[in-house]
């Protein structure tokens, strides 16, 4: 305690307790006090704040205060290794009893408190004894404990910061779970320590060794491929022993003895005598696995029976507590959880009763094989040793393979069938020689079956290249391994090759696609040469008959006359706008080598086909000059203009009259202009197609100005001081159908509101030019005229025409009103086979519906209906029964039709039956006279009269009679009056 100058006032203090207390009279009225205090801080098991306070007081009972806090926090406890005095050993070899020791450091314990220690082992290891102490930091024994079995916890109080945990423990470790090398146990050992507040811990890890071997050496016992997972194809190898070096002492091959390893292989790994491959695909091919003598045991033994070994295919897997249906012929998988399990296999059914096998999986391996090859379809049971049981249904997969000709030559191909009775089936095809072995050069195809579970083949000997011998196909289930081959298959050498053609003359008009039949023998290939230098062009064709099925023995080259005329010279290697060939057939090569720049004038064309050089045939192609010789039109029922795609609708409905030639159209009809011209297939790319729309109006679009050709349809009387309607004809209106192989082409269109617009022809050039766009209707009184025009050499540079004139040709027709008519009244007789009939302009084929209603009124009231179709002559006619009526009953006759007329209504009134009087011959009786004396009696009876109604037409009108036509109400009248002549004269 100093005063206000410094100077000491007292140094002294008195302890008494946790207090204190120091005293002094001041000369200032302020006094310092400072220093120093040792305090021991508490044991506290967290942070734990106390309050430290100094007080000051005079004789006059003056008192002062002031408070601070000091924190006192706690530490926490830590196990800790001493160096080089860790537990040890931490790595012990299997099944072995080793004596371990430890020495571990305890700090921040509580000096007094009591604290406990303890060791803990996996429960995997079994203690055998213990050596345990607990010392302080002076070295002082506080606690320990000796004995067998569990280990115990020790409980002392150290006076010491620092305790020291050590001893012994006697431990024997587990056997190393099958198929690894060694087991590492994850905090094997825990050192603990803990007070009322806290715990602290240490951890070791402990690693047990596989040790196995035998005496002598160690040997293959098996390899077996089989899916032990979905997608997870492995190779299990089996030992008689842990062996190690497998990895880089082994290697896979194929049939061919080629090692694929690297292609197959996606890791490796062997422990306690077994190893496995994992693939990256399932392999159903025979392969060899393939063992150095590098491979040795933990001795040092090397592999008694290294070599090539054969791996089993066994993709099919059952485990125990699962069912498998499996296919009769395949090796099953019974795979077991560990190695050398025993398995009991029996049949369980009545067709599988009497078999009983008991085996195992053998040493070092977990999979036990069922081979099913020659057993009875049923159900079987797999009892697995220490485990349940397994379930196996045998089925028949039924594998088959056909070859539909077992006598071929090396020019044909090797056809046939695989089939099962299970669709979608993976299948390996593999062509084998008469040794067995797969052909060099020609790989395995993998085919899936369809859903018929069939597969059609075929091996294409000239391109395989095979050689003259006995060969076998061989069809593997990549699932299951079964296997079967196929009968064997004999090739022989074949004959000369020839190349024929079957015209020695072709006759084509310019411009169109000439069609050059070839017929091979003994070869797929031929070249055709068309033209020659002498006659201005030249084209060469070399052409192969197409594979398996397609293989007919024929070929057909479409050369197309109009394309020579811009097709450049060069070669080519496929079909092209010049040369195209017949389906399933295909192009090898090509060249022109003289070519032109107008069309192909009419000349005979020489055509050679040769086989490798070879000249097997000679023809020519007469190419007659093209000619435009017609146009005409038809007329068709307005709802059938969407029936007319192709040549076939056009002579289905001329066969049955719906399609009729007709100059006289009804306004909403549907129009057929039919134009007839050779020499325009090339140029319409017509050849096997059913329209041409585009590529007709792309042709035929043009002028004087802008030639080829032109098609056009107009207004032939537009009225005074007016310029004719052209019709604007287009794909979007209309259709052109192509009939090529007859030279013929259709415009199919429609008039009406449907039909194309009309355009002002302003220059009369029958074109539309841009500058045209002023637009009218075309009516049903107007005429039109359609002309169709290939222009002359001298405005076109295709030579198209002979001469150089145009070729035109004409046709006009008359647009009508759509109507249907009919006299009235229409009367009918109150009797059956009545005819209603009538007339209509419309289009033959068009489809009518006619209905009889009664007027308002009549009782019993009545409805007839019937259907029919005008006919070519433009009448329509139905029959009708009224033998339901009665005279004087009134009704409306309606027709309704499918085609542009309005409904048609006429009025009419059931006529009564005419009645006619006729009297029947008398009836002869014969006369009896007797031999007695009885006067004779006449018998005859007198002549009976009746009377009968016939029913005959009542004539409606002077010029029509209802129930007949004209003809036969004419002969019906005529007969009604020779029939009263014939009475008169009777009378």
């Known amino acids: 305690m100093k005063n206000e100058s410094g100077a000491v006032l007292n140094d002294s203090a008195v302890i008494r307790g946790n207090r204190l207390r120091i005293s002094a009279t001041p000369s200032t009225e302020t006094v310092y006090l400072a220093g120093t205090v040792d305090i021991t801080s508490p044991a506290v098991g967290s942070d734990t704040q106390y309050t430290i306070k100094v007080n000051a007081s005079d004789n006059d009972g003056t008192t002062a205060s002031y408070d601070d806090t000091l924190t006192v926090t706690n530490s926490d406890l830590q196990v800790s290794s001493v160096s080089g005095s860790s537990f040890s050993p931490t790595t012990v070899d299997q099944e072995t009893e080793y004596r371990h020791t430890y020495n571990y450091s305890v700090s921040g314990v509580d000096p007094s408190d009591s604290t406990d220690y303890s060791i803990t082992v996996s429960n995997d290891f079994t203690v055998e004894s213990y050596d345990l102490t607990v010392k302080n930091a002076s070295g002082e024994v506080l606690t320990d404990s000796s004995g067998q079995g569990s280990l115990p916890t020790l409980t002392a109080t150290s006076g010491t910061e620092t305790v020291y945990f050590n001893g012994t423990v006697n431990l024997t470790s587990p056997a190393v779970p099958e198929g690894q090398e060694e087991e590492t146990y994850t905090n094997g050992v825990t050192i603990d320590a803990s007070d009322d507040d806290r715990d602290a811990t240490a951890t070791e890890d402990l690693t ?33 022993e842990d062996v190690s070096n497998f990895q880089s002492n ?15 292989v996606d890791s490796v790994s062997e422990a306690q005598g077994r190893a496995t491959i994992e693939l990256n695909d399932t392999y159903s091919q025979e392969l060899t696995l393939r063992l150095d003598d590098g491979i040795v045991d933990s001795d040092g033994n090397a592999l008694d029976n290294a070599g090539d070994k054969s791996v089993r295919f066994a993709p099919t897997v059952v485990r125990s507590g699962e069912d498998a249906t499996v296919y009769k012929g395949s090796t099953v998988s019974i795979v077991t959880s560990s190695t050398g399990t025993g398995v009991t296999l029996q049949g369980t059914s009545d067709d599988t009763d009497n078999y009983f096998f008991s085996g195992s999986t053998g040493t070092n391996s977990r999979v036990f094989l ?72 020609v790989s395995d195809r993998f085919v899936e079956l369809s859903g018929q579970g069939e597969y059609d083949f075929s091996y294409n000997l000239e391109q395989l290249g095979l050689e003259t011998g006995e060969y076998t196909i061989r069809a593997t289930d990549t699932v299951t391994g079964i296997t079967v081959e196929s009968d064997t298959i004999t090739v022989r050498e074949a004959g000369d090759a020839e190349a024929v053609f079957t015209r020695s003359t072709i006759q084509e008009a310019r411009g169109d696609v000439v069609a050059i039949p070839v017929e091979l023998e003994n070869t797929r290939e031929a070249t055709i040469r068309i033209g020659s230098q002498s006659v201005g062009y030249e084209a060469n064709v070399t052409v192969r008959d197409g594979g398996g099925d397609d293989r007919d023995g024929r070929v057909t080259i479409y050369f197309d006359s109009y394309a020579a005329t811009t097709y450049p010279t060069g070669s080519f290697s496929d079909e092209n706008d010049l040369i195209q060939i017949s389906d399933d057939d295909e192009i090898v090569s090509g060249e022109v080598s003289v070519g032109v720049s107008n069309l192909l004038d009419a000349e005979l064309y020489p055509v050679e086909a040769s086989i490798d050089g070879r000249l097997t045939d000679v023809g020519q192609i007469d190419l007659r000059p093209r000619e435009t010789i017609a146009i005409r039109t038809w007329t068709a029922p307005r709802n059938r203009y969407g029936n007319l795609d192709a040549p076939e609708d056009v002579r289905e409905g001329t066969d049955e009259n719906w399609v009729t030639r007709d100059s006289e159209i009804a306004f909403g009809d549907a129009v057929l202009y039919e134009i007839r011209a050779t020499g325009l297939e090339g140029a319409l790319d017509a050849r096997g197609e059913d329209t041409v729309t585009s590529e007709f109006y792309s042709f035929a679009n043009g002028s004087k100005a802008s030639p080829a050709a032109q098609f056009t349809v107009e207004q032939q009387d537009p009225g005074p001081n007016r310029d004719p309607l052209v019709l604007q004809l287009n794909a979007s209106n209309s259709r052109v159908i192509a009939d090529s192989e007859n030279d013929t082409y259709y415009v199919v269109t429609r008039t009406g509101e449907f039909g194309p617009s009309g355009v002002r022809d302003e220059d009369n050039d029958g074109a539309i030019d841009p500058g045209e766009n002023d637009y009218g209707s075309i009516d049903d009184e107007d005429d039109l005229r359609a002309s169709f025009t290939v222009f002359g050499d001298d405005e076109n540079d295709l030579d198209l025409t002979e001469g150089g004139d145009d070729e035109v040709v004409e046709t006009t027709l008359s647009l009508t009103q759509a109507e249907l008519t009919m006299n009235e009244p229409f009367n009918v007789t109150a009797a059956s086979g009545q005819e209603v009939f009538g007339e209509a302009t419309v289009a033959p084929g068009t489809e009518l519906s006619i209905r009889v209603r009664s007027a308002d009124g009549v009782r019993p009231a009545f409805l007839k209906t019937a259907s029919t179709t005008v006919d070519a002559d433009g009448q329509f006619l139905v029959t009708l029964s009224f033998n339901d009526t009665e005279p004087g009953d009134d009704y409306t006759i309606t027709v309704s039709d499918t085609g542009p007329a309005s409904d048609l209504e006429v009025d009419g009134t059931v006529q009564a039956v005419i009645p006619t009087a006729t009297t029947d011959t008398p009836e002869e009786t014969t006369i009896s006279t007797t031999t007695t004396t009885a006067t004779p009696t006449d018998t005859t009876s007198p002549p009976t009269s009746a009377t009968t109604t016939t029913e005959i037409p009542t004539v409606q009108t002077p010029t029509t009679t209802p129930g007949f036509g004209a003809v036969a109400a004419v002969v019906a009248l005529l007969a009604a009056a020779l029939l009263a002549l014939r009475r008169e004269r009777d009378d």
Request: without cysteine; hydrophobic residues 35%; negative net charge.
């Open 208 to 240: 047990v060794q596989f040790v196995g071997g035998a005496e002598g050496s160690p040997r293959f016992l098996s390899a077996i491929q089989y899916l032990p997972s979905a997608n997870s194809p492995q190779i299990e190898v089996a030992f008689s």
């Open 370 to 441: 069922f081979d099913t090859d020659g057993e009875s379809l049923g159900e079987y049971e797999a009892d697995i040793e220490g485990e349940s049981t397994a379930t196996i249904t045998l089925r028949s997969l039924d594998l088959s393979l056909g070859i539909d000709d077992q006598n071929v030559t090396n020019l044909d191909a090797i056809e046939g069938t695989v089939s099962a009775q299970v669709s979608g089936r993976e299948i390996r095809l593999e062509l084998l020689d008469d040794d067995g072995d797969p052909v060099e050069g």
């Open 250 to 264: 082994y290697g896979l091959y194929n049939e061919e003895e080629e090692e694929i390893t690297g292609d197959i």
